[in-house]
């Protein structure tokens, strides 16, 4: 089991910056790949960037060239770099772990942190 703790969002104006953070604990040794989520009211989560355990990333294309992610193994926390933010990236932030354990997947959620762009 891991458990995910998200951080760092708020309210920023258009053109401003955030760092999310994303601490894992519990058996973190069978994380493999970790992603960033976002849900904005009436719309479907959808994915925003991901990385490997190895340290490949792909992110969506609306945030490409404004968003970095990063994880720090050592730390066990998963971070998205936020700049140069618009009003349609308000949402709610959600990290999510993909979980290997003897050949059985699972992916754990956090409970969300609110970012909000005021135009």
């Known amino acids: 089991q891991v458990q995910l703790v998200e951080s760092g969002g708020g309210l920023v104006q258009a053109g401003g910056s955030l760092r999310l953070s994303c601490a894992a604990s519990g058996d973190t040794g069978y994380i493999s790949a970790m992603e960033w989520y976002r849900q904005a009211p009436g719309k479907e989560r959808e994915l925003v960037a991901g990385i490997t355990s190895g340290g490949s990333t792909n992110y969506a294309d609306s945030v490409k060239g404004r968003f970095t992610i990063s994880r720090d193994n050592a730390k066990n926390t998963l971070y998205l770099q936020m700049n140069s933010l618009k009003p349609e990236d308000t949402a709610v932030y959600y990290c999510?772990?993909?979980?290997?354990?003897?050949?059985?997947?699972?992916?754990?959620w956090g409970q969300g942190t609110q970012v909000i762009v005021s135009s």
């Open positions: 999510n772990a993909d979980y290997w354990r003897y050949g059985d997947y699972m992916d754990f």
